[in-house]
């Protein structure tokens, strides 16, 4: 399994930018499709966005779409998440995940970062 840490989070104004990383631990990054998702209180854990491992495909939430940019750097192991035109619904835990299968990722990961949070004020 990959280790995962969420990076970037904090509070911004709505219409606002925000960057978050999630670096990864091991050599064999570049062989796991990446997704992110976000929690916000009281509801459930929702997908954002995800970019596969064969061919850098992205795949997004309609609720970020362009919004939002998932990009990864293999040589640095690390994936990252651009939110543009923040809005207060933005505001949650945002997790990275990883997962062999680029389904899978979207669904299921096999692993999971701690979260870092984004707040967003109207």
């Known amino acids: 399994q990959v280790q995962l840490v969420e990076s970037g989070g904090g509070l911004v104004q709505a219409g606002g930018s925000l960057r978050l990383s999630c670096a990864a631990s091991?050599?064999?990054?570049?062989?796991?499709?990446m997704a992110w998702f976000r929690q916000a209180p009281g509801k459930e854990r929702d997908f954002v966005a995800a970019?596969?491992?064969?061919?850098?495909?992205?795949y997004y939430s309609n609720s970020v779409k362009g919004r939002f940019t998932i990009s990864r750097d293999n040589a640095k192991s690390t994936m990252y998440l651009q939110m543009n035109s923040l809005k207060p619904e933005d505001t949650a835990v945002y997790y990275c995940?990883?997962?062999?299968?680029?389904?899978?990722?979207?669904?299921?990961?096999?692993?999971w970062g701690q979260g870092t949070q984004v707040t967003v004020s109207s």
């Open positions: 091991g050599r064999t990054f570049w062989l796991y499709s």
């Open positions: 995940a990883a997962d062999a299968s680029t389904v899978m990722v979207q669904t299921t990961p096999r692993s």
């Open positions: 970019i596969s491992w064969s061919n850098g495909s992205t």
